[in-house]
């Protein structure tokens, strides 16, 4: 069956402070995958996607994400995090002949002063 | 551009009252369309998509039904709330292999 897995529900970094947030797929081909982001009480908005091509990709607000086939993993990046980060992250899959969205739990960002 | 609006933006039913939430996107057309519900603390569950007027799949069995009676326009409609239909209703749309969400509905039933 088709799975994202976000292992970390929490995380809490400091301002200034660099970000990893990871993301693991089970899919049966390589999917396209993305990062979307969730304010408090707001909808989700796309911060980057990776369809094909350089495994690195770069999003708004500073974001990076580098796919990497051979650990099935689309890990999000931020070398330093602002305030303003903090928010919700869902990892997300679709399959290349699909429909359908696959959101990983999410994994919630806070930002210590 | 497109764009894709949800109304109404917070709503507080009784329980076993009926439920009209109303998604309409702008700037396409034959989109294929989404709802999705958040619980509280939880990832996002897809509950219904409609690749067109009148086509609706339903992915997961509950007391929610969708209609999509034109096609820029997708309606999530229940007779009888119940308590655990709480939650943040989001709207969806896809388009050259991407998906947009709305702002999002968020329901609270009491």
């Known amino acids: 069956a088709q799975s994202v897995t976000q292992p970390d529900i929490h995380i809490t970094v400091s301002e200034g402070a660099s970000l990893e947030l990871r993301c693991n797929y089970s899919?049966?081909?390589?999917?396209?995958l993305f990062w979307y982001v969730q304010s408090p009480g707001q909808g989700l908005q796309l911060l980057l996607k990776?369809?094909?091509?350089?495994?690195l990709v770069q999003g708004i607000k500073g974001f990076e994400a580098e796919f990497k086939r051979s650990q099935s993993s689309f890990n999000l990046r931020k070398p330093s995090v602002h305030w303003s980060d903090a928010a919700e992250y869902f990892c997300?899959?679709?399959?290349?002949?699909?429909?359908?969205?696959?959101f990983g739990g999410g994994t919630r960002l806070m930002v210590k002063p | 551009s497109q764009t894709i609006h949800q109304w109404p933006a917070t709503l507080v039913q009784p329980v076993g009252s009926p439920l009209s939430l109303e998604c309409t996107v702008e700037?396409?057309?034959?989109?294929?369309l989404y709802w999705y519900r958040q619980a509280a603390g939880r990832g996002l569950q897809l509950l219904f998509y409609?690749?067109?007027?009148?086509?609706i799949s339903s992915e997961v069995p509950q007391n929610l039904s969708a209609s999509r009676p034109q096609d820029r326009q997708f309606i999530l409609s229940s007779k009888k709330l119940l308590l655990s239909d709480s939650g943040f209703y989001l709207c969806?749309?896809?388009?050259?292999?991407?998906?947009?969400f709305g702002p999002g509905t968020r329901l609270t039933v009491l």
């Open positions: 997300v899959a679709r399959g290349r002949a699909g429909n359908m969205l696959t």
């Open positions: 700037g396409t057309s034959n989109p294929n």
């Open positions: 899919y049966g081909a390589t999917p396209y």
């Open positions: 990776y369809f094909s091509g350089d495994t």
């Open positions: 969806a749309w896809t388009v050259y292999n991407e998906q947009f």
């Open positions: 409609s690749v067109g007027i009148g086509q």
